[in-house]
Every structure is written in C-alpha cells, then in structure tokens.
C-alpha cells in the first residue's frame, strides 16, 4: 500500500508541477515576471548618463582632475565595468581606467550595445567629448546563460523543488485518507473472522481493502495486495495454463451484474496453483455506473481433488490386488 502510495503522489506531482512550470512561462509571455536582462541594461545606461552629466560639471569648469577622479572610482568600485574613457571631440583619449584603450572597439553604427556605452558630454551647448564604459556581458555563456532567460530559471527551480514538495505533500495527504485506516477497528475484526476472502475493488479494478483469509488464500500480505490491480495477479481460467480472460469482478464492473461461483485458478508462489470459486458484486454507491466490486471467494482445491478422482473411470480406481488377482495363476508375483 506504501508503494501504491508513492506511486500516486509521483504521479500527481508530475501534473501539479507541470501545470506550475506552464504557469510561469506563462507569468513571463504576459510580463509579470521582470526582465533581468532589461533590468540590468536599464542600471547601465543610468549609470552612464550620471557618469556623463558630472564629466559636463567639470568640463564646464576645464578641470580635469575630477572626471579622472570619478573614471578611476567607477572601474574600482562597480564590478561590472572592465574599463572606462572620456575622448574629447575630437577622438582624443583624454582620460581612462582599466586599460580602456586595449579593450575598447569601435562601436557599429556609432551606437552603444549592452556591453559598451558612449554617452555624449556636452559643455553648454556644445559638444565636448564622450563618456565611454566597457561592462561584463550581462549573460552567462553555456548553461549560467540558458538559466538567466527570463523565467527559465524559476521555471527550473519550481518543477525540481516542486516536484519533490508536492510528492511529499501529496504521500502524507493520501496516507490520511487511507481506506483502511479510516475502518474502525471492530469492522477490520469482523472482516479477518470471515472464513471467506473478501476484497473491496476500485472502478480501475484496484484493491483497496483484503480481509485476513484474503491473505491467507491468496498466499500474499495486504502490503502486497493493497493498491494493486486485482486482475494483475496470475489468474488463470478452469482447467488452462494460459492467463484468464474476462474476469468476475471485471463483468461486475462493467455490466452492473452479479458474478457467482466462478472457477479459477491462482498461481501463488508458497501453494503452488490453487483452484479458488470467485463471486463479484458491483458497488453502485447510489449512481449508474458501478463503483467498484465486493468480490468474495474461497479455497476449493481439496473439493476439486476429489471430484478429479470421483471423475476417473472404475477401471482407474481398482487397487493393484485387485489387478494382480486377475492375472493368470502363473504370471502372479
């Protein structure tokens, strides 16, 4: 029943964690979730322009000792920034910070890409120079890039922690609303002194209770038979080898009648083959379609045994005196 158990939790975790992963993808095409990338280029480019607007206050005061100042106070304090220059107008490197020169290429199209910036410094009206700033790539390459697209991270994190959590979850939520453990405990008494077997089908044919002589007939613990199909044990037809075809508690279900005095037989592992008169009775619960199925059944291989033998011809059942009586005085042992 443990095992049933879990296996039902995996199974209804994989769907909430899926419907949860659909949810942020979701959140994501809709715009709930922030855009990192947008984030950091948005911090970037406010970075660039306060850079710029207090080179213009020193430009307007031809002091060149502060925008070299704040160049060397950028490189060394944000993390980011691999490198930073100030050009005049006319394409002069006038100040620089973290080997801006190595690092600085042309930009296409003279526009700024989110590694490199250039924002103009105007004095009054007029041109004066630019602020150049070489970041970090904002992505990661190979997989630390993959994770940073917007969601995919969260998506990641929710389906692995998720799946695991609602698994929990849902194993002690359904072990509360076990089937036997809400029997009282007379009930259960009563059920394991039937001398018959007995067991409580599900609509998918599933056991979901089996009384004591259940067990013992069936030469398997109800750890064993709790949750499993009943029609997954090896049943066999009367008289064949093969495995059974439409069985008692399977019409029962399926047609709403009652199924008497069927004979099977049962493979079991401790008894050897077992011949077993089953009976099923479908479970309507006050609706059309059954519910599941009662199925009731007892031991008769002693009773077929007998009937083999009361079945086999006089002939076979004369002793070996009685042949020895018969044959010729001088053939006689």
Same mark, same amino acid.
């Given at each position: 029943? /443990?095992?049933? !158990?879990?296996?039902? %939790?995996?199974?209804?975790?994989?769907? *909430?964690?899926?419907?949860? $992963?659909? #949810?942020?993808?979701?959140?994501?095409?809709?715009?709930?979730?922030?855009?990192?990338?947008?984030?950091?280029?948005?911090?970037?480019?406010?970075?660039?322009?306060?850079?710029?607007?207090?080179?213009?206050?020193?430009?307007?005061?031809?002091?060149?000792?502060?925008?070299?100042?704040?160049?060397?106070?950028?490189?060394?304090?944000?993390?980011?920034?691999?490198?930073?220059?100030?050009?005049?107008?006319?394409?002069?490197?006038?100040?620089?910070?973290?080997?801006?020169?190595?690092?600085?290429?042309?930009?296409?199209?003279?526009?700024?890409?989110?590694?490199?910036?250039?924002?103009?410094?105007?004095?009054?009206?007029?041109?004066?120079?630019?602020?150049? /700033?070489?970041? !970090?790539?904002?992505? %990661?390459?190979?997989?630390?890039?993959? *994770?940073?697209?917007?969601? $995919?991270? #969260?998506?990641?994190?929710?389906?692995?922690?998720?799946?695991?959590?609602?698994?929990?979850?849902?194993?002690?939520?359904?072990?509360?609303?076990?089937?036997?453990?809400?029997?009282?405990?007379?009930?259960?008494?009563?059920?394991?002194?039937?001398?018959?077997?007995?067991?409580?089908?599900?609509?998918?044919?599933?056991?979901?209770?089996?009384?004591?002589?259940?067990?013992?007939?069936?030469?398997?613990?109800?750890?064993?038979?709790?949750?499993?199909?009943?029609?997954?044990?090896?049943?066999?037809?009367?008289?064949?080898?093969?495995?059974?075809?439409?069985?008692?508690?399977?019409?029962?279900?399926?047609?709403?009648?009652?199924?008497?005095?069927?004979?099977?037989?049962?493979?079991?592992?401790?008894?050897?083959?077992?011949?077993?008169?089953?009976?099923?009775?479908?479970?309507?619960?006050?609706?059309?379609?059954?519910?599941?199925?009662?199925?009731?059944?007892?031991?008769?291989?002693?009773?077929?045994?007998?009937?083999?033998?009361?079945?086999?011809?006089?002939?076979?059942?004369?002793?070996?005196?009685?042949?020895?009586?018969?044959?010729?005085?001088?053939?006689?042992?």
């Amino acid at each position: 029943m /443990i095992r049933s !158990r879990w296996s039902t %939790a995996v199974r209804l975790s994989i769907g *909430l964690t899926g419907v949860t $992963v659909s #949810l942020v993808f979701g959140a994501c095409l809709f715009g709930f979730v922030p855009d990192t990338e947008g984030v950091v280029l948005e911090g970037r480019k406010r970075l660039c322009e306060t850079i710029a607007v207090q080179c213009a206050v020193a430009a307007e005061r031809g002091d060149v000792a502060p925008i070299r100042a704040v160049v060397r106070a950028l490189v060394q304090r944000h993390p980011d920034v691999l490198s930073t220059g100030v050009r005049t107008a006319a394409g002069e490197l006038l100040v620089e910070a973290g080997n801006h020169e190595a690092n600085w290429e042309p930009l296409p199209n003279n526009r700024s890409t989110a590694t490199q910036w250039q924002v103009p410094v105007l004095r009054g009206e007029e041109p004066w120079g630019k602020v150049e /700033i070489q970041f !970090r790539p904002a992505e %990661a390459d190979g997989i630390l890039g993959w *994770l940073g697209i917007p969601g $995919v991270g #969260l998506a990641l994190f929710l389906g692995l922690v998720g799946l695991a959590a609602y698994t929990l979850y849902l194993f002690a939520a359904l072990r509360q609303f076990d089937p036997v453990a809400v029997i009282p405990e007379r009930v259960k008494a009563v059920l394991d002194s039937m001398s018959e077997g007995l067991l409580i089908l599900d609509d998918r044919f599933h056991i979901v209770l089996a009384n004591a002589a259940a067990e013992e007939t069936l030469g398997r613990p109800a750890g064993q038979l709790l949750g499993r199909g009943a029609s997954a044990l090896p049943w066999m037809p009367d008289g064949s080898d093969g495995p059974a075809d439409e069985l008692p508690w399977v019409t029962a279900i399926r047609e709403g009648t009652v199924q008497r005095g069927v004979t099977l037989h049962l493979d079991t592992s401790s008894k050897g083959v077992r011949a077993i008169a089953v009976s099923a009775a479908p479970i309507n619960g006050g609706t059309e379609s059954p519910r599941g199925a009662l199925v009731t059944f007892r031991d008769i291989t002693a009773v077929e045994r007998v009937n083999s033998i009361m079945r086999r011809p006089p002939a076979d059942l004369e002793s070996p005196r009685h042949e020895r009586d018969r044959q010729p005085q001088g053939l006689r042992v």
